[in-house]
T-cell receptor, first 114, second 114 residues
Framework: EADIYQTPRYLVIGTGKKITLECSQT?????MYWYQQDPGMELHLIHY???????EKGDLSSESTVSRIRTEHFPLTLESARPSHTSQYLC?????????????FGPGTRLTVL | KNQVEQSPQSLIILEGKNCTLQ??????????LRWYKQDTGRGPVSLTI?????NTKSNGRYTATLDADTKQSSLHITASQLSDSASYIC?????????????FGRGTQLTVWP
């Protein structure tokens, strides 16, 4: 089982609140990713990082922001949550070479914004 | 447009039976194809990964096939168990960018009944 962790697992908050979803991995992976997944739908990449101080936006536009100050830590922040942000957020990591390396996923955070 | 289509969308089988899930893709260029298992409320877990030169890969009761000419893959599950109930996701990676982009299917929701 992969050593990649996400907290909280479930979060219900009101509109306008600032939230941070935590993701950490202990495998020393350089690349980390955030995906958004709605029920029955495919995963959409919203952010990725090649390493410390490297962050890029993914394919799906997102109002969230990320930071990568430490290799093992890749938090995602929403400054002002809205009901449209309700979704499952999955963090993943892999070794530096994309190739055939497997992406390891965390358990996800189920976010509900009221 | 690069796409990954999976069928069926959902499937119900009895415990002990075999089943086959399909994945068709239009991703080009092609680097590799992965099958993931995603339990409800959890992150995806890798089952198999195949490159262009591989046409079959097994992982226990899971056997994946790949026909790169027709751009089709299948995942065969033998002697199904209740714990096989999950969403099975087909993911195709291209080699056209430094990111090595992943294209996700929407998954096949498999339910195994006793």
């Amino acid at each position: 089982e992969a050593d990649i962790y996400q907290t909280p697992r479930y979060l219900v908050i009101g509109t306008g609140k600032k939230i941070t979803l935590e993701c950490s991995q202990t495998m020393g992976h350089d690349k980390m990713y955030w995906y958004q997944q709605d029920p029955g739908m495919e995963l959409h990449l919203i952010h990725y990082s090649y390493g410390v101080n490297s962050t890029e936006k993914g394919d799906l536009s997102s109002e969230s922001t990320v930071s990568r100050i430490r290799t093992e830590h890749f938090p995602l922040t929403l400054e002002s949550a809205r009901p449209s942000h309700t979704s499952q957020y999955l963090c993943a990591s892999t070794l530096a070479v994309m190739g055939t390396d497997t992406q390891y996923f965390g358990p996800g955070t189920r976010l509900t914004v009221l | 447009k690069n796409q990954v289509e999976q069928s069926p969308q959902s499937l119900i089988i009895l415990e002990g039976k075999n089943c086959t899930l399909q994945c068709n893709y239009t991703v080009s260029p092609f680097s590799n194809l992965r099958w993931y298992k995603q339990d409800t409320g959890r992150g995806p877990v890798s089952l198999t990964i195949m490159t262009f030169s591989e046409n079959t890969k097994s992982n226990g009761r899971y056997t994946a096939t790949l026909d790169a000419d027709t751009k089709q893959s299948s995942l065969h599950i033998t002697a199904s168990q209740l714990s096989d109930s999950a969403s099975y996701i087909c993911v195709v990676s291209d080699r056209g960018s430094t990111l090595g982009r992943l294209y996700f299917g929407r998954g096949t929701q498999l339910t195994v009944w006793p």
